[in-house]
């Protein structure tokens, strides 16, 4: 994979993080939880998972995360609008009041721009995804069920809660459904898709489990290249993910009883927010606040 495709997969995963965050900001803790974010953070490495879940270490923005989380809301506002006034001009009449309510949520997200030219260059890049989304699909003919949906599950009585945000969910008059996220990044290569697949699976099967339905269709819209990924998942794939969801919290649990959160160094290292902190470079990471582990897990390390 590209330096570039490795850093545009570690921008979606902090868009999908800011989208939860605005979404569940108001809403009380609950039980331990796991979404396709954070379940690719512990595959990646789990000393990553550690500084997230476990430490809950803030990260610094960036543009094109914030441009991200951005786009996300036009598009989610956009079908408030009548049909017919679905167009591109809306939509990115809808930047500037977005903006506002994104810097009045993040005032730490100013900082990203020094200068007015800065911003207004960031803003017209934001422009350009939300008129590569109108070459995709038509929105005028769209009535979507469902907006930055909440979904959730039990894995099982003693499992965590499975859980996340879906963009929007589209149900067909013969009742099929579709499951559709969008990405501000580029498409992945041929081969490379199975990340952005495992969280639409993932999604699939929160549905699959709540509501007895199994999603007709799983749709990626990529603006970075303007490219659909599709994919029709099936009962059997729906076992499988099961089976491998039941795996990564196996290991999260083991990692939480031992106290080993070992790095595993990739090139996606690069671009990650605690590097400074990570001892496979030679970081030292904070010590782990009391009781911290069991209210983010549910498991007591061992003594």
């Known amino acids: 994979m590209s330096s570039d495709a490795l850093e545009l997969e ?6 999908e993080d800011a989208v ?9 803790p609950s ?6 974010s954070r379940a690719n953070d512990f595959l990646q490495c789990p000393q990553l998972f550690r500084f997230r879940v476990i430490d809950r270490l803030p990260e610094p923005p960036s543009p094109a ?20 006034e679905r167009t591109v001009e809306a939509a990115q009449a809808l930047l500037p009041v977005q903006w ?5 949520r993040d005032p730490s997200i100013g900082e990203l721009f020094t ?17 590569t989304y109108f070459t995709l699909e038509d929105p005028t003919r769209l009535e979507p069920r469902e907006r930055e949906l909440m979904v959730s599950t039990e894995l099982d009585e003693n499992g965590p809660q499975l859980r996340g945000i879906i963009d929007r969910v589209d149900v067909a008059p013969n009742g099929w459904v579709r499951v559709v996220d969008y990405k501000t990044g580029k498409s992945p290569r041929a081969g490379f898709e199975s990340s952005a697949l495992f969280q639409m699976r993932f999604y699939a099967y ?18 970075g290249d ?24 196996g290991g999260i649990e083991d990692a939480a009883r031992s106290g080993d959160w070992r790095p595993r160094p990739s090139r996606l290292c690069d671009w990650c927010s605690f590097k400074a902190l990570c001892p496979a470079f030679g970081g030292t990471p904070p010590e782990v606040p009391a009781g911290a582990v069991e209210r983010s897990i549910g498991v007591a390390p061992a003594a």
Not at 10 to 15: R, T
Not at 31 to 36: A, E, I, K, Q, V
Not at 116 to 131: G, H, I, R, V, Y
């Open 10 to 15: 570690v921008v979606d995963e902090a868009v």
């Open 20 to 28: 939860e965050q605005l979404v569940t900001a108001d809403r009380p």
């Open 31 to 36: 039980r331990p939880g796991l979404s396709p």
């Open 65 to 84: 995360a914030a441009r991200g989380t951005l786009v996300h809301a036009v598009l989610e506002h956009l079908f408030d609008l009548p049909a017919l």
């Open 100 to 104: 506002e309510m994104l810097l009045e």
């Open 115 to 131: 200068e007015p030219a800065d911003l207004t260059e960031w803003l017209t890049s934001a422009e350009a995804l939300l008129a």
């Open 206 to 223: 929160v549905i699959w489990r709540t509501r007895g339905i199994l999603p007709k269709r799983l749709q990626l819209e990529y603006l």
């Open 226 to 249: 303007g490219v659909v990924l599709t994919h029709e998942p099936s009962e059997s794939e729906m076992a499988t993910i099961e089976a491998r969801v039941r795996s990564i919290w």
